[in-house]
């Protein structure tokens, strides 16, 4: 059964430009998260979709936005890139935890965006 | 607050156990989960425990929980060369206050000498 797949592997931009981060679950998986890794910053909570709406937003700014499609995979885009968004980019998925209890989040290897 | 805290760094030799502290905040409905991070890599999932549990053991692995004291342990038996990594306490919330994501602790970085 393959993982949580995300691509591309290495993103570099320049200051102001738009980036967009893909990410497909884990077969049969409904949610999806997103986490931004920044040097000296920790795991931080971006996004969370579950069966195609953002069920929940962490404290970015609205210039990072996604969606989820149909067949549960998901986009993160980032626009006006800044400097300081230089990370790398996690997505996790598992079972939708409202109908399925509490199930483990399993990682992507991630995106590692620099801004140049 | 949201913290989940760990101490930042531990060195052991080959061979000897290893034991990785965490501290969160809350307290009733929370799954309690260990991730490790390789360099250039993604989170891989280790272990998790609920909060109504007090032990839970998966081969080299043993996790510890002291409800009281909102205090999770990692301990990594006959601890490997290839155990070198970065290891992340992480936090979940369900039931009413179920937002989805995980809180995670800064990351203890594991380093095994020869």
């Known amino acids: 059964e393959a993982g949580v797949t995300q691509s591309p592997t290495h993103l570099i931009k320049t200051r102001g430009q738009q980036a967009t981060l893909r990410c497909s679950p884990i077969s049969g998986h409904t949610s999806v998260y997103w986490y931004q890794q920044a040097l000296g910053l920790g795991l931080q909570f971006l996004l969370w979709y579950d069966e195609g709406e953002e069920r929940n937003r962490g404290n970015f700014p609205p210039r990072f936005s996604g969606r989820q499609f149909p067949n549960y995979s998901s986009e993160l885009n980032v626009n006006a890139l800044e400097l300081e968004d230089s990370a790398l980019y996690l997505c996790a998925s598992h079972n939708s935890p409202r109908y399925r209890g509490n199930q483990p989040q399993h990682f992507g290897d991630g995106t590692r965006l620099s801004i140049l | 607050g949201e913290d989940v805290e760990q101490s930042l760094f531990l060195s052991v030799r080959e061979g000897d156990s290893s034991v990785i502290n965490c501290t969160y905040t809350?307290?009733?409905?929370?799954?309690l989960y260990w991730y490790k991070q390789e360099p250039g890599a993604g989170l891989q999932l280790l272990t998790y425990?609920?909060?109504?549990?007090d032990m839970k053991q998966d081969q080299r692995l043993t996790v510890l929980l002291n409800k009281k004291d909102k205090h999770l342990s990692l301990r990594i038996a006959d601890t490997q060369t290839g155990d070198s990594a970065i290891y992340f306490c992480?936090?979940?919330?369900?039931?009413?206050?179920?937002?989805?994501?995980?809180?995670f602790g800064q990351g203890t970085t594991l380093q095994v000498k020869p």
């Open positions: 425990i609920f909060s109504n549990m």
């Open positions: 809350d307290s009733s409905s929370t799954y």
């Open positions: 992480a936090e979940s919330r369900f039931g009413s206050s179920n937002t989805g994501k995980l809180i």
